[in-house]
């Protein structure tokens, strides 16, 4: 209960720094810097919260992928891409790499169950493509953010800016918790709790 309070607590945060104009007037790398330090705050909390660490070790593993269907946010970056809002390199790569990984997460979650060897390399095969592409998202973000100023603006605009402090953080502390849960059901003879 304590850790669902602190992620509620958190998500308000977020809500309130985006509505507020704060994360809108960051400028970078400040907002890169925010997610990482966010990202980081979770995984020192894995490491050193006994009680959170359990709580993310007991946590239904399905329920971690469908947090992942945040990433549907794809379909709206094409959008903002045909409106000429958002660029070409993070809205098209990156959008359809998020729908994707949102559309395997749906799939994951209806239809597999993590258990034996066959659930667990569809876990982990997902789990792997996911990492790889919300990495290249928040870095290409990072590079035109950079390199053409202005460029990523509309990540900074509420409610997008919840990619930023709540949405993007999570998912990446989620890919690495489940790789830590397929790692450790191994031992169980793929048996994923």
Not at 23 to 50: D, E, K, N, T
Not at 98 to 122: E, H, N, Q, S, Y
Not at 159 to 183: C, D, E, G, W
Request: proline share 5%; with cysteine; charged share 10%.
């Amino acid at each position: 209960m304590t850790v669902i309070v602190a992620v509620m607590v958190w998500l308000l945060a977020a809500v309130l720094a985006g509505v507020s104009g704060f994360i809108s007037s960051l400028v970078p790398p400040f907002p890169q810097a925010v997610l990482l330090g966010l990202v980081i705050i979770q995984l020192l909390m894995f490491v050193f919260s006994p009680v959170f660490k359990s709580w993310c070790l007991s946590f239904d593993l399905r329920a971690l992928v469908f947090f992942h269907l945040t990433r549907f946010v794809g379909i709206y970056f094409l959008t903002l891409y045909s409106e000429g809002r958002l660029p070409y390199d993070f809205a098209v790569p990156g959008g359809w790499g998020d729908i994707a990984a949102a559309a395997g997460a749906l799939i994951l979650v209806l239809f597999v169950r993590p258990v034996r060897k066959t659930g667990w390399t569809l876990y982990l095969s997902w789990n792997l493509f996911g990492l790889i592409d919300i990495l290249f998202v928040v870095l290409t973000a990072a590079r035109l953010a950079s390199s053409k100023p202005g460029s990523m603006t509309e990540l900074l605009k509420f409610p997008l800016s919840l990619l930023i402090t709540f949405v993007v953080p999570v998912i990446i502390f989620t890919h690495a918790v489940i790789f830590i849960r397929l790692f450790i059901s191994t031992k169980r003879g793929y048996q994923i709790i």
